[in-house]
């Protein structure tokens, strides 16, 4: 009788873990009982939001407990995965104080001036440890946990083109390194990475300590994934002997820094960068390129990827943010209707760290910075579209995406209509700095973002310069 029990009891676990992807599991990790998710499943990817938390900068502190008593509150603006910047320890040697083709390292400054360069995150020493300016790998456990217990995945920025120049690799497997005809470790060809030791992935024995290392992270932290960094320049066949490796541990999330096509196939990779989208919005919000360009960009994506593929849509980043300005200088007055649209396309949207501050300055790269937390214009924007991408079954962007119509208008007005299981939305904006008229597909909507319904019967409407409207029926 106790065995039937048993099996009664282990059956009804597994159909709950299936039907409902937050059931929470126990596991033993470093002989603690800890609480995780169950795997990321396709139905998440339908309606997430990912967030990049950049640490360094979140806080003045600058530490994971600091960003770990926030998580709760970004459940209101639909987050589901967070990216965290990588937290491993960064090398001294070479340590970048300031970026660009005439980067300086900090050894280059005067005594005095040194400590407050603290280098590149991507400057890699030890693939197993945690950067202790953030806190120790306790600090990071319950950063883990809390956003378990809060419904929100984990994943870990990979930096695996590379390491700094203080790993122990460089000292015990030169080998593992790319040199130069003299035998001299060199860094990658082509960048200004003056401060990283490029990788050579035709040594087998270094791929397999890679694989080693990440699935450490899996196995005994309860990371949910990686976000890889550049992964178009490590090698595909890497990508197809390491994935599968991770996934037989546990099903995690891939995000490459990459437009590859191919590295989406094969179960390697859930999602790529929207790189082209991303450039596409900047150029719209300037002037520069116009809805025919828009339209090019839509077909381009579905002929180049597959139905099942995820593009993740984003307006910043911790690179866009430092090196090419802020969301109000590279988008002006088009930055709300830019920043709707990547919540509206097929893909999974992005909020980068103090985007939902209102984050009015570059954060700097090298050195500490931090911004204010007043829950402003940006906050009550981002949690509404947050709500609506969680919400309604028109705007799934993952592997099972809504379908996307786009409707005939004016030039310079953008409307297309997303829907799936009965339900639909229409978008509108005024992709211009000049007033338009249009007339809406006559029908009784709800303006989403007024919350007020509304009937329209073909007559023109006037839309200001960058106006939209989020219509829901």
């Known amino acids: 009788m106790k065995n039937y029990t048993l099996i009664i009891v282990a059956l009804s676990l597994f159909f709950a873990c299936k039907t409902e992807n937050k059931e929470v599991v126990d596991k033993v990790v470093n002989e603690e009982t800890i609480e995780m998710l169950a795997p990321v499943s396709n139905s998440d990817m339908e309606t997430a939001v990912i967030y990049e938390a950049n640490i360094r900068q979140y806080s003045l502190e600058g ?47 005067p005594a005095n001036q040194q400590a407050k360069y603290l280098g590149s995150y991507y400057a890699v020493t030890d693939f197993t440890k945690i950067n ?6 306790e600090d990071f456990r319950e950063l883990v946990k809390t956003a378990h217990d809060n419904g929100i995945y984990v994943i870990l920025d990979w930096v695996p083109n590379h390491t700094g120049w203080d790993h122990e690799w460089l000292k015990t497997n030169p080998d593992y390194y790319t040199q130069n005809d003299k035998g001299e470790v060199i860094h990658p060809e082509g960048t200004d990475w003056t401060d990283v030791a490029d990788l050579n992935y035709d040594n087998q024995n270094m791929r397999t300590e890679m694989i080693e290392d990440m699935s450490y ?38 995000l490459a820094e990459a437009w590859e096509p191919e590295l989406l196939d094969g179960n390697l990779f859930d999602m790529a960068y929207a790189w082209d989208g991303h450039h596409l919005l900047n150029a719209l919000a300037k002037g520069e390129k116009n809805l025919n360009d828009y339209e090019a960009y839509i077909q381009k994506i579905g002929k180049d990827y597959d139905a099942d593929d995820i593009l993740m849509n984003f307006v910043t980043n911790h ?33 980068y760290s103090g985007q939902e501050y209102d984050l009015d300055h570059r954060l700097k790269f090298f050195e500490k910075d931090s911004f204010p937390k007043t829950k402003g214009d ?58 338009n008229k249009l007339s809406i597909p006559k029908a009784m909507y709800l303006d989403y973002m007024t919350n007020q319904k509304i009937e329209f019967k073909g007559d023109e409407i006037s839309l200001k310069p960058w106006e939209y409207k989020i219509l829901i029926r």
């Open 217 to 254: 992270w899996i196995t005994e932290e309860g990371v949910d994934g990686f976000r890889c960094d550049v992964a178009g320049s490590v090698p595909l066949d890497f990508w197809q002997q390491a994935v599968p490796e991770l996934r037989k541990k546990k099903d995690i999330f891939m």
């Open 319 to 351: 690179d866009e943010n430092s090196w090419n300005g802020t969301i109000k200088e590279r988008m002006g007055d088009a930055s709300e209707l830019m920043t709707v649209l990547s919540f509206m396309l097929k893909g999974m949207p992005l909020i």
């Open 132 to 137: 202790p300016e953030f806190g120790t790998k």
């Open 378 to 435: 940006s906050w009550k924007l981002l949690q509404k579209l947050g709500q609506l991408k969680n919400t309604n079954p028109a705007l799934h962007g993952g592997k099972n995406a809504a379908t996307y119509n786009r409707l005939e208008s004016i030039k310079e007005i953008l409307m297309f209509e997303r829907s799936k299981d009965g339900r639909s939305i229409l978008f509108v904006g005024n992709v211009s700095n000049e007033n």
């Open 63 to 109: 530490t994971f407990d600091m960003f770990t008593k926030d998580i709760p509150q970004l459940k209101d603006l639909g987050v589901k995965i967070i990216w965290l910047m990588p937290v491993f320890p960064i090398s001294e040697t070479k340590r970048k104080a300031t970026g660009g083709p005439d980067s300086k390292f900090a050894s280059e400054f």
